[in-house]
Each structure stands twice: as structure tokens, then as C-alpha cells.
């Protein structure tokens, strides 16, 4: 019997495995453009426009698998970070 986390964590992966060609940042020596914990993920980019492809390539793939983006619950925040020489 499938249960509907079992389902969502399967359509979950495939949505982004999608996203594994797109642009990431680098962490520790690994590139990286999400993370996931049970049922939230977080997208992560260098500029608004990769966050937009980012975030545009997730909608078009849940979509695709009749999921939707529930903006209520969708927060973003913005860090801006320099090295200090």
C-alpha cells in the first residue's frame, strides 16, 4: 500500500534530479542548488535570476506531475555575503 509521503517523496526526488544540471553554488567542495528534509526543501542560488530558473523549473516539473507550488507556505530570504581580506 502506498502512503501519500511515500508518493510525495518519489515525485520529490525526480523533480530535482531535473535540477542537477542547472547552476548550483559550491559547499565544502560539493555543488549544491537544494536541500531536503521530509516534506521541505529549500532552493539555493547566487542571484535572483538562478533563483528564478531554479524556482521556474520546479513549478514546470511539479506540474507536470499534477503538484503545485503552494505560494502561501513558500518563503524566501536573501543573504548577502562578501570576504573581508
Do not use: C
Amino acid at each position: 500500500m502506498w502512503y501519500v509521503p511515500d508518493v510525495f517523496n518519489i515525485y520529490g526526488e525526480h523533480i530535482f534530479k531535473s535540477m542537477e544540471d542547472m547552476e548550483s553554488v559550491k559547499v565544502g567542495g560539493v555543488h549544491v542548488n537544494n536541500l531536503r528534509y521530509a516534506v521541505d526543501s529549500t532552493l539555493i542560488a547566487e542571484s535572483e535570476d538562478s533563483m528564478q530558473r531554479l524556482l521556474d523549473r520546479v513549478v514546470m516539473e511539479s506540474t507536470s506531475r499534477a503538484l503545485t507550488v503552494n505560494v502561501k507556505k513558500t518563503v524566501y530570504n536573501t543573504i548577502q555575503y562578501s570576504f573581508i581580506q
